[in-house]
């Protein structure tokens, strides 16, 4: 079985710190979200590297040992989508399945738009953003966080009295000593906090609300979307009714007993729907040629 090997790439004139098997008949991108790095999929790479699949997990910029730049716009959706594209042309990956949470999802569901590159698409607790930009009072009980994430203050807050915030908010996070070990050292927070400056929620909310959002692409990508009964962060519909957007297969699975971060709290029950869908989709791909 081929093992992960990590190395610094530079892409489109930023760092980034990429693990990759570099061997297997499929190949699969595994993108991580706030606040998290490429470890997050420590139980998916151990099950997609014994079923044979090459696999590819960078760290997102600004995340883990990626580089940060200091321009927020280096961090808007359509530069970190190229990066991601370069990436797999600097790799020699023709096609590839992508698998993705949070803001990895956010990411995947427009590289899913904008890229024919993708076999297929998982996300992972966040669903299409035309759904998570409806408002009503019981979404913006969950949203609550977009707005924190991007003030000014929100480094300070959440290191304060040895980071009390982001323990509560981490709260179900299984790493989460390690998590606030690293993420609470001077700088952290803060280069994680250009991503989100970069594309600001609440910017993208009252477009919404006015009507000047544009017309969401058709997802032209078989599609899986997974959410979990104990999420605190993202409540179902957001998920459920993304298939709308789907203008191919689309299949829904709820993950049960488990919060946000799912992979980690139930990883049999993520690797079996996750490895049943690439097999479905490799047969159905099969069968067309």
Not at 48 to 61: E, F, M, N, T
Not at 88 to 114: F, N, T
Not at 137 to 150: A, G, R
Not at 244 to 264: D, N, R
Request: hydrophobic share 40%.
């Amino acid at each position: 079985m081929n093992t992960l090997k990590a190395a610094m790439m530079e892409i489109n004139g930023v760092q980034y710190y990429v693990r990759d098997s570099g061997a297997g008949e499929e190949s699969v991108l595994l993108l991580h979200g706030w606040p998290d790095n490429g470890n997050l999929w420590q139980y998916q790479i151990t099950g997609l590297l014994k079923h044979g699949y090459r696999v590819i997990c960078p760290d997102l910029l600004g995340y883990g040992l990626s580089g940060t730049p200091t321009d927020i716009s280096r961090y808007q959706l359509p530069n970190l989508v190229n990066d991601m594209i370069t990436l797999l042309a600097k790799l020699e990956v023709e096609k590839i399945h992508c698998i993705a949470h949070d803001y990895g999802a956010v990411i995947g569901w427009e590289l899913a738009a904008h890229t024919q590159k993708l076999q297929s698409f998982s996300a992972m607790s966040v669903g299409h953003l035309a759904e998570i930009l409806k408002i009503s009072h019981e979404n913006l009980q969950f949203q609550w966080i977009y707005f924190l994430n991007i003030h000014d203050l929100s480094p300070q807050i959440y290191r304060a009295n040895n980071g009390y915030l982001l323990r509560e908010v981490l709260r179900s996070h299984p790493h989460r000593e390690v998590i606030l070990e690293n993420t609470l050292k001077p700088g952290v927070l803060e280069n994680m906090q250009r991503l989100e400056r970069a594309n600001p929620v609440p910017n993208y909310l009252l477009a919404a609300l006015v009507g000047e959002l544009p017309e969401p692409l058709p997802i032209k990508v078989p599609t899986l979307g997974i959410w979990s009964n104990q999420d605190g962060f993202l409540w179902e519909s957001q998920m459920k009714d993304s298939g709308k957007y789907v203008s191919t297969e689309w299949q829904y699975e709820k993950i049960t007993e488990a919060g946000h971060w799912f992979m980690l709290e139930q990883p049999e029950q993520t690797n079996k729907l996750l490895l049943n869908w690439l097999k479905k989709q490799s047969l159905l791909n099969t069968n067309q040629w």
